[in-house]
């Protein structure tokens, strides 16, 4: 059958737009949902109409969207799991587990469905698209790791701090070799606490 869209459909086409599609998918749920009408002659008529109403409704959609857009592509999800030896993991991360994760990074609410994602069953790391509208369509990482073992973003802070810590051992060191003060001056102290400050966490 053929259909006339009301709304963007995502992977489908935006509003205005005839597409062909089967019949349950139409009549069960583009249909009932609003997203579409039958494409017949007298539908045809404000195709142009409904349109232009949506491209407009698009650009504010867009602009209202685009902070949050923003914050999702910065952040890094992390789950520990229980998995077997070859990374299979005993159950899945689920797209509620990944929403109630963004909620708690940024703040933002967003739906199950707006998550282009299967529950994710292995070890490593995922790309998961959200859809926020129909051109504004980021992508997350989301880091599964073992159970037990450090999580990847605390191990890089460790490792950073362990840098940190070596610095500032040498440092001192290194001072009394390069500014070593002449015979007849009295060397000054060489202080390494003002040195030796981890920068901040970010």
């Known amino acids: 059958m053929k259909v006339l869209l009301i709304k963007d459909v995502y992977k489908l086409g935006r509003a205005g737009d005839v597409k062909k599609v089967a019949d349950g998918y139409g009549r069960n749920f583009l249909i009932p949902q609003g997203m579409a009408m039958l494409a017949t002659s007298g539908a045809m008529k404000t195709a142009e109409r409904i349109r232009a109403k949506a491209a407009e409704r698009r650009t504010i959609l867009n602009e209202e969207m685009g902070v949050v857009a923003e914050a999702l592509t910065k952040i890094q999800l992390s789950f520990g799991a229980r998995a077997g030896e070859t990374g299979k993991l005993y159950g899945s991360i689920t797209s509620q587990e990944i929403v109630n994760a963004i909620r708690e990074k940024t703040g933002y609410a967003i739906k199950r469905q707006q998550l282009d994602m299967q529950p994710l069953r292995t070890l490593g790391e995922h790309t998961i698209h959200v859809r926020l509208t129909m051109d504004l369509i ?65």
């Open 138 to 202: 980021p992508e997350i990482k989301v880091t599964i790791y073992r159970e037990g073992e450090a999580e990847p973003e605390l191990a890089v802070e460790e490792a950073a701090e362990k840098q940190v810590a070596e610095a500032a051992v040498n440092e001192p060191q290194a001072a009394s070799v390069l500014e070593e003060p002449p015979a007849e001056e009295a060397p000054e102290e060489v202080s390494s606490s003002s040195e030796s400050e981890s920068p901040a966490e970010a």
